[in-house]
């Protein structure tokens, strides 16, 4: 399994190192220079992509966080805390592309806001003229970024939750005269902050490397560096390959220097806090603060779920004038008209994210059995390989991979490509299967041995049908992310594996918004009923049994 | 009410509802310095008891009755303004934290910052356990990390203790000298105490009335 995870990332790397020191013979190049690492810092507007990454990453990873655990520490244990929580799993399972274009839709000069505002309130009869999405700092970018990264930091602080006494470390620093908030941010997050390092810093990498996501919402003239690569790397001009690759280098450094940056402010804030705690400050009365924070993550899940409806809206919308709240009639023409064109993309997208999840299952349940068996301690180590794929900026080995692919000539076909989405839908199954696997009551394996059957079976027919729940859930969790994939589907399968989600972020330059609506609509409803059925297939599978009954 | 017979914690008729089923009714009076024994078996309700007095009941169960300390009603007030000190099972000694930082976190904010370390430092001293301070609380033993979890409770100047069988982990030899010591720091301190346990053995020490429910 560390050779499935890692294997490839070293050969990533080699295809973009390599390169990007100008070595690469079927190009000619066969000598090892710094001169393509120059050459691409002198394209226009490099240094500002790379600045618009470093800030772009940071400033997501820090909102984020500090929304989560702003509302964690306002309102744990609290009615609003599982009212929201309600909402978080669906709204992780909406693939980036989706929620990126139902952002745009909503806060685009002629977006649904603008209409609900317009003509009372703005004055409006045609759109403003305003660069709101791809706007040049990126602030579209980052508000879409946010709406995704929030819901999974948010799922890891639950889980990291589980594994610390929360709630009696609240206890015991109220029951002394500490605030709510104040109390949960000195006694639980340094706890819990150790648990969610390795997320926060996935979170980090993702966002300094973003694609798909940019692409929609993001700055144009610069684009964040990851999308001026991708422009690069498909440049028809061979040379460019270089410069490419050399960019992928820097890319690699940005997001590195990102992670430095993020520590020296983990070690400031962390020398800060130990500072504050000891200080004997209650700072009880903090109400307003927990209304505030509250509300920030009740407007954050307002505007996800609109963004789902006006994506929908739009895949059904006839005519429908500027400031018009709705449209003038409502028709399923585009959908007729564009059924056809929707099939094969959806299969392929289907197809491969079966197999990686089907992968990524086995090689999980076989880890943990074995694991079982031969008594084998899983070291933060481990941990730490599990989750290196999420931890290294897509763009920089895939491309590195592509380039290898296209010596041998297996690029373009599905299995190197179902083989990419398995490195990014394995640490998710394994993660979320891995808890409740190891949480399996024993004595039922017992109970099986003493009756005489042995290992194999008892694993098939003990401890699968009970873990059936989990599994499906971590099922359902792998497709999602393998739907959502962009990049990897993209480079390693050359533009020629289409998916729904491929096929989608092609369309933001077009900016028809029926069709895009459609495309969104398709690629958020596969991994949503990928959950719905997830949820209820234990009780058709087995009826009249309450152990699968809630 | 005088002054005098106001002080302490009053139970008045509480009684606390598990959806439709009554737990138990309670109407005591403890007296500082004094300790009332709560007993019962597990499921009981004997927890939910502190959890009501302390501020922490969960919704699921409903009450009536009244909780006054000191002759204030506190029955309906936030948990971090009733100043009553919680004692559990486990000494909760925070890991990131040292020892000192522990107690420094309890301790009210008044004074300087020498002047609070300096508190500190008196009070591990006056139970002789001044070296302890620098540590990592996770390298103290059991019966020192119970210790210093007391006396981090009641650095923060609490007006009540409520221990929730704070003896339970601790094994035989040990149990009772950290019984005798927190037993000993209530009566020094004129502390009214509910101490919640199913060990016969807490409540003979404890000395005070006993309620079985």
């Known amino acids: 399994m560390i050779a499935v995870l890692t294997l490839p990332l070293l050969a990533g790397f080699a295809g973009v190192l390599l390169p990007a020191f100008g070595y690469f013979p079927s190009l000619g190049g066969i000598s090892f220079t710094f001169e393509y690492l120059f050459a691409v810092t002198e394209k226009p507007g490099f240094w500002h992509s790379l600045h618009l990454s470093l800030w772009i990453g940071l400033a997501t990873t820090f909102l984020s966080l500090v929304l989560v655990a702003g509302f964690f520490a306002a309102n744990w244990g609290s009615p609003t805390f599982l009212r929201i929580q309600r909402f978080i799993s669906p709204l992780m399972s909406v693939p980036h592309a989706a929620v990126a274009f139902g952002l745009a839709f909503l806060i685009a000069p002629s ?159 962390g020398c800060a806090f130990r500072r504050a705690a000891i200080h004997g400050n209650r700072l009880a009365k903090d109400g307003w603060m927990r209304g505030g924070v509250s509300g920030l993550m009740l407007i954050l899940v307002t505007i996800s779920v609109l963004s789902f409806v006006i994506l929908f809206l739009w895949s059904i919308a006839g005519f429908w004038r500027f400031p018009n709240t709705l449209p003038d009639q409502f028709s399923l023409m585009r959908w007729m008209a564009n059924a056809g064109m929707l099939i094969d993309p959806t299969a392929n997208a289907l197809l491969i994210a079966v197999l990686s999840t089907g992968i990524a299952l086995v090689m999980s349940l076989g880890c943990l059995e074995n694991e079982y068996r031969h008594n084998i301690e899983f070291t933060p180590g481990a941990l730490r390989v599990l989750y290196l794929p999420l931890l290294v900026p897509q763009i920089a080995f895939l491309f590195g991979i592509s380039t290898l692919l296209v010596r041998f000539g297996w690029d373009g076909q599905l299995a190197p490509v179902v083989f990419a989405h398995l490195l990014f839908v394995l640490p998710y199954v394994f993660l979320s299967v891995a808890a409740p696997f190891r949480q399996f009551d024993l004595r039922y394996l017992r109970v099986a041995a003493a009756l005489g059957v042995n290992q194999n079976k008892a694993f098939f027919t003990v401890r699968l049908p009970l873990l059936l ?69 234990p009780k058709f599978l087995y009826p009249n049994k309450r152990y699968f009954a809630s | 009410m005088t002054e005098s017979r106001s002080k302490g914690l009053v139970l008045n008729n509480v009684a606390i509802r598990d959806h439709e089923r009554e737990l138990f009714c309670i109407d005591a009076t403890v007296r500082p310095g004094e300790v009332l024994t709560v007993m019962g078996p597990s499921g009981s309700g004997k927890s939910t008891l502190l959890n009501l007095v302390s501020g922490f009941l969960p919704p699921a169960f409903s009450y009536t009755g009244r909780v006054l300390l000191d002759g204030v009603d506190i029955t309906q007030a936030p948990p971090e303004e009733r100043h009553v000190g919680l004692m559990f099972q486990d000494p909760l000694l925070f890991p990131h934290m040292s020892v000192e930082d522990n107690l420094l976190f309890a301790l009210p ?102 309620i079985t429910i």
């Open chain 1, 469 to 537: 729940k989990p599994i499906l859930l971590a099922t359902a969790l792998g497709m999602a992310v393998s739907i959502a994939q962009y990049l990897p589907t993209l480079m390693i399968g050359a533009g020629r594996v289409e998916t729904i989600t491929t096929e989608a972020v092609a369309l933001a330059a077009g900016g028809d918004r029926r069709l895009i609506g459609i495309y969104a609509m398709v690629q958020a409803l596969l991994p949503a009923i990928g959950f719905v059925a997830a949820a209820f297939a």
């Open chain 1, 111 to 269: 977006g649904w806001i603008m209409r609900l505002c317009s003509p009372w309130a703005t004055g409006f009869d045609r759109p403003p003229d305003w660069l709101i999405v791809n706007d040049p700092m990126g602030y579209a970018l980052l508000l879409g970024l946010i709406l995704k990264e929030v819901p999974f930091l948010f799922l890891v602080g639950l889980s990291a939750s589980s594994q610390i006494n929360v709630d009696e470390r609240l206890k015991l620093a109220r029951s002394i005269g500490y605030g709510r908030m104040w109390g949960w941010m000195i006694t639980v997050f340094p706890s819990l902050y150790k648990l969610m390092r390795l997320p926060v810093i996935a979170v980090i990498a993702y966002s300094t490397s973003v694609v798909d996501m940019a692409i929609i919402l993001g700055p144009n003239f610069p684009a964040m560096l990851p999308v001026q690569l991708l422009r690069w790397m498909n440049d028809p001009e061979l040379e460019m390959r270089f410069i490419a690759a050399a960019g992928a280098v820097w890319q690699l450094g940005a997001t590195l220097f990102a992670v430095l940056i993020w520590w020296l402010g983990e070690k400031i804030i």
């Open chain 2, 109 to 210: 904010k008044d004074g300087g910052k020498d002047e609070r370390c300096q508190k500190v430092r008196a009070a591990l001293a006056a139970v002789n356990m001044e070296e302890l301070g620098a540590r990592d609380p996770m390298t103290l033993s059991g019966g020192q990390q119970s210790r210093i979890s007391l006396i981090r409770l009641l650095l923060s100047e609490p007006k009540a203790l409520l221990l929730d069988e704070p003896f339970s982990a601790l094994d035989s030899g040990l149990k009772g000298k950290v019984r005798d010591f927190v037993f000993s720091q209530a009566q020094q301190r004129q502390l009214p105490t509910i101490l919640v346990t199913h060990d016969e053995a807490d409540a003979q020490r404890a000395g005070g009335n006993i």
